[in-house]
């Protein structure tokens, strides 16, 4: 790559992928979640336009979607299970997970400077 600032900017986010996988854990689910501290835009992309929007919840499920993974960093939900999701589960428990997960994101951020 011979753009200095995109080599820069690829490497400062290879950096924040390199801390490897943060957990949760989820008591009411008796469950790990494990994640990523930081998305890429693709995977931002239909989170924001859920947001634009004004559909939050739809933002907030598809975040635990995207987000979400086994402990080998397989996808633990699929698109298909949002329905599920938003009606099936406690509403407060997806939110703590989303927002423990964005604290995760900003503390990443912080670390490099951001």
Known sequence: ??????QKASTHFKEQLAEGLKSIEVEQWDTTIWFK???????QTK??????KGQLVEALVQTLIVRSKNEDGTQMFSPGEAVFLMNEVDPEVVTKIVSTMNKATEKAEDSLGN
């Open 1 to 6: 790559m011979k753009n200095p600032v995109l």
């Open 37 to 43: 501290p930081v998305m890429t835009l693709k995977e």
């Open 47 to 52: 989170i924001f336009e859920l947001h634009n």
